[in-house]
């Protein structure tokens, strides 16, 4: 059986349109894997398992405010790690 969460996808499909136009943000795989996490928290997930379900999901993401939902929780999460990077400035 395969499960999946599909808001991950929408979640790193976003992340990496808006941090690829901000040059404030740290692209490393950890800051990126710590906004990703921290936004995937915020949002209920929307889990499939067929095909029917996939394409059910995509439509409830054309939304506009399913969008906005999302959009707010990358870009709080993208404050939240830039004033608390893990990574090492060194």
């Known amino acids: ?6 808001m991950e996808d929408v ?3 976003l ?8 040059d404030d943000v740290c692209k490393c795989e950890k800051c990126l894997s710590d ?5 995937l928290n ?3 997930p929307h889990y499939v398992v067929t095909e029917k379900g996939e394409i059910y999901s995509k439509v409830l993401s054309m939304s506009i405010q ?3 939902d999302v959009t ?11 004033n608390n990077p893990r990574h090492s400035n060194e």
């Open 1 to 6: 059986m395969k499960i999946k969460n599909y």
């Open 42 to 44: 915020r949002l209920t």
């Open 72 to 82: 707010t929780a990358v870009l709080e999460a993208i404050e939240k790690v830039s």
């Open 15 to 22: 992340l990496y349109n808006i941090v690829k136009e901000r």
């Open 11 to 13: 979640v790193v499909h």
């Open 66 to 68: 399913f969008e906005a």
């Open 35 to 39: 906004i990703a996490a921290i936004a």
